[in-house]
């Protein structure tokens, strides 16, 4: 069974730093991978999808790596704002069968302080 | 494109009663998905359907939950009877599957979420 753990729960930070969010997955079998971003009280919005044969996406100050051996991606987010301040959640498509099911990790609740 | 509709926001409901969630997904899209969201459990899969079948209900928690999609622009996920254990928010999302499995972008685009209060 598929496990996505993201570590740590929470990070603070103050605006300007550079940081590094971790998502790590039990079987490395998995079609894609997807961080997502949740405000409170909100949907989940995408950020990136990294498909099973790329090792990056970088959208802005955001890039995230995959390395599906290790069954770990971490999210690099640059130059971090205020409003980057959110909970971001990370899933894995498994493999297997054509299924489009996601698995979720619980999340990194991020805050940047002015 | 307006994104995912999802209706209502909040509901608030004695527990006992029956509730519906409904749901539009973005036109277009093929696939539906229902997750539910607690602090406990974080984000899971209920089900999902493609192109308005049913594909994997395996997330279901039991007999009281349902779910319909008569068409491909609306969907209903039912609690009958709710339960306070049932609180939570629920989330639709869809996307768009191609039938080529090395198509790349099946992001799942997600609706605001229902905040379920069961009393």
């Known amino acids: 069974k598929q496990e996505v753990t993201q570590i740590p729960a929470a990070l603070s930070v103050p605006e300007g730093e550079n940081l590094v969010l971790n998502c790590s997955f039990t079987?490395?079998?998995?079609?894609?991978l997807q961080w997502f971003r949740q405000d409170p009280g909100k949907g989940l919005t995408s950020l990136l999808l990294i498909q099973s044969s790329q090792r990056e996406q970088t959208s802005g100050r955001l890039n995230a790596s995959l390395d599906k051996s290790s069954g770990r991606s971490t999210l690099y987010i640059a130059a971090s704002q205020p409003g980057d301040s959110a909970t971001y959640l990370c899933?894995?498509?498994?493999?297997?069968?054509?299924?489009?099911?996601?698995?979720f990790g619980k999340g990194t609740k991020l805050t940047v302080n002015p | 494109d307006a994104g995912v509709i999802q209706s209502p926001r909040h509901e608030v409901t004695e527990m006992g009663q029956e509730v519906t969630l409904r749901c539009k997904p973005i036109?277009?899209?093929?696939?539906l998905f229902w997750y539910r969201q607690t602090m406990m459990r974080g984000l899971e899969l209920l089900i999902y359907?493609?192109?308005?079948?049913?594909?994997?209900d395996s997330g279901m928690p039991e007999d009281r939950f349902s779910a319909k999609m008569p068409n491909a622009s609306f969907s209903t996920l039912k609690i009958q009877p709710s339960e306070p254990r049932d609180s939570a928010v629920y989330f639709c999302a869809s996307s768009l599957r191609r039938r080529r499995r090395d198509s790349p972008n099946y992001e799942q685009y997600f609706g605001p979420g229902t905040r379920l209060t069961v009393t």
């Open positions: 079987d490395s079998a998995i079609y894609n």
């Open positions: 036109s277009g899209h093929n696939s």
């Open positions: 899933a894995v498509r498994p493999g297997q069968g054509g299924s489009e099911k996601l698995v």
């Open positions: 359907f493609n192109n308005n079948v049913p594909i994997d």
